[in-house]
């Protein structure tokens, strides 16, 4: 079991930045993918961003290079650095951690972008 607690959301400007945090509260380098997913009401969860224990990651192609996912095992946290937001961007966004098949989940925090 990990508790991953989100944070950094709130409201931004279009053309803006933000940087999310997730805080596991143990040692996150047994976990081998750790993501960032993005769900808006009436749609699915989506995928934006994943890191794996070795480094390799993986965007959503929507996002035109302006983010970026790192872990920092020493911390146990991974961040999203958001750039250049769009409206569109608006979301709650959630943490995961996956160990073998089974994931784990923040409470998510809210993301929101002005026009």
């Known amino acids: 079991q990990v508790q991953l607690v989100e944070s950094g959301g709130g409201l931004v400007q279009a053309g803006g930045s933000l940087r999310l945090s997730c805080a596991a509260s143990?040692?996150?380098?047994?976990?081998?993918?750790m993501g960032w997913y993005r769900q808006t009401p009436g749609r699915q969860r989506e995928l934006v961003a994943a890191?794996?224990?070795?480094?390799?990651?993986n965007y959503a192609t929507s996002l035109e290079g302006r983010f970026t996912i790192s872990r920092i095992n020493a911390n146990n946290t991974v961040y999203l650095q958001m750039n250049s937001l769009k409206p569109e961007d608006t979301a709650v966004y959630y943490c995961?951690?996956?160990?073998?098949?089974?994931?784990?989940w923040g409470q998510g925090t809210q993301v929101t972008v002005s026009s």
């Open positions: 143990r040692n996150i380098f047994n976990f081998h993918v």
């Open positions: 995961t951690a996956t160990w073998l098949t089974k994931s784990f």
């Open positions: 890191i794996t224990i070795s480094g390799s990651t």
